[in-house]
């Protein structure tokens, strides 16, 4: 059983930066992809950036290509997401996700709130 936990969240303007970590209770190298999903206000959840299990791949949905970025430290157990040129269309919860068995995140985070004002 893994146990994944988000921080880094928080209020930004538009135009900033924040890097958003996911830590990771047990070894994370025994996770295959790992992956960020957020849930703006009032919509369905999404999915923002996933990242392979070694960390030689990396997708994205097209809004955040070129502006945010997926990495993985299996080392320390961390997930992290770099996201640059925030817009307030980025107002989210952002949820960090892992997966034990192949095409299904078995294991998520509670969730960490990024609101981006105007």
């Known amino acids: 059983q893994v146990q994944l936990a988000e921080s880094g969240g928080g209020l930004v303007q538009a135009g900033g930066s924040l890097r958003l970590s996911c830590a990771a209770s047990g070894r994370m190298s025994r996770l295959y992809d790992m992956a960020w999903f957020r849930q703006p206000p009032g919509k369905e959840r999404e999915f923002v950036a996933a990242i392979s299990r070694f960390g030689s791949s990396t997708r994205y949905e097209d809004s955040v290509m070129g502006r945010f970025t997926i990495s993985r430290d299996n080392a320390k157990n961390l997930l992290y997401l770099q996201m640059n040129s925030l817009k307030p269309e980025d107002t989210a919860v952002y949820y960090c996700?892992?997966?034990?068995?192949?095409?299904?995140?078995?294991?998520w985070g509670q969730g960490t709130q990024v609101t981006v004002s105007s």
């Open positions: 996700a892992g997966e034990e068995i192949p095409g299904t995140y078995d294991y």
